[in-house]
């Protein structure tokens, strides 16, 4: 298993960008969270096999139709396996 820790920048809020995001983790069977962040960009936590973290990281970088994805910061951090499912957060939390 493997952790990482993603923050997409562009025009990722007010377009489903979250809904999409756990959409793709679940078909993938990734478990974390996603969330908006008060600045405007979309953050999100995810675990998985690391086959599936490089095809949901690829999902990432393309967007549901509406986005316009500029930047993904991805780091790599140690798996916590906290997480039962892939949730969307309120919004800045």
């Given at each position: 298993?493997?952790?990482?820790?993603?923050?997409?920048?562009?025009?990722?809020?007010?377009?489903?960008?979250?809904?999409?995001?756990?959409?793709?983790?679940?078909?993938?069977?990734?478990?974390?969270?996603?969330?908006?962040?008060?600045?405007?960009d979309?953050?999100?936590?995810?675990?998985?096999?690391?086959?599936?973290?490089?095809?949901?990281?690829?999902?990432?970088?393309?967007?549901?139709?509406?986005?316009?994805?500029?930047e993904?910061?991805?780091?790599?951090?140690?798996?916590?396996?906290?997480?039962?499912?892939?949730?969307?957060?309120?919004?800045?939390?």
């Amino acid at each position: 298993m493997k952790r990482a820790h993603l923050v997409v920048t562009g025009r990722v809020q007010g377009v489903l960008f979250r809904r999409y995001v756990r959409e793709m983790a679940r078909e993938l069977g990734i478990t974390g969270w996603v969330k908006n962040t008060l600045d405007g960009d979309v953050e999100i936590i995810c675990e998985g096999k690391e086959k599936n973290l490089v095809s949901f990281i690829s999902f990432i970088y393309k967007g549901p139709p509406m986005a316009r994805v500029k930047e993904v910061k991805v780091e790599y951090e140690e798996c916590k396996s906290k997480e039962d499912d892939f949730t969307i957060r309120e919004f800045g939390f």
